[in-house]
């Protein structure tokens, strides 16, 4: 069955950084197309950055360029989003998603608090 697993998430002041991982099994995962997404309480699920198979090709919310990186091993199954200069609007919790089986992740909190 397949499955992903967030991690890395927490409280983290304004201006702060933070870096999520999802590791995934079940599926070939370099032959899958990874995006992040968010949900913050009262609000929709957005996403927030996708990556190709290999790495090669990256997008970005508007709201999340320049701050986020998102960045993949496939050697590990694993997918990253390096979230700096982070603001209060960015709580949330964070999903992991593959695109190939359109499966989830349990997702993993960010809250982003002075």
């Known amino acids: 069955q397949v499955q992903l697993v967030e991690s890395g998430g927490g409280l983290v002041q304004p201006g702060g950084s933070l870096r999520l991982s999802c590791t995934a099994s079940g599926f070939m995962f370099s032959s899958s197309t990874m995006s992040w997404h968010r949900q913050a309480p009262g609000k929709e699920r957005e996403l927030v950055a996708s990556?190709?198979?290999?790495?090669?090709?990256?997008n970005y919310a508007d709201a999340v360029k320049g701050r986020f990186t998102i960045s993949r091993d496939n050697g590990k199954n694993t997918v990253y989003l390096q979230m700096n200069s982070l603001k209060p609007e960015d709580t949330a919790v964070y999903y992991c998603n593959s695109h190939l089986t359109d499966d989830w992740g349990q997702g993993t909190q960010v809250t982003v608090s002075s």
């Open positions: 990556i190709s198979r290999g790495g090669a090709i990256t």
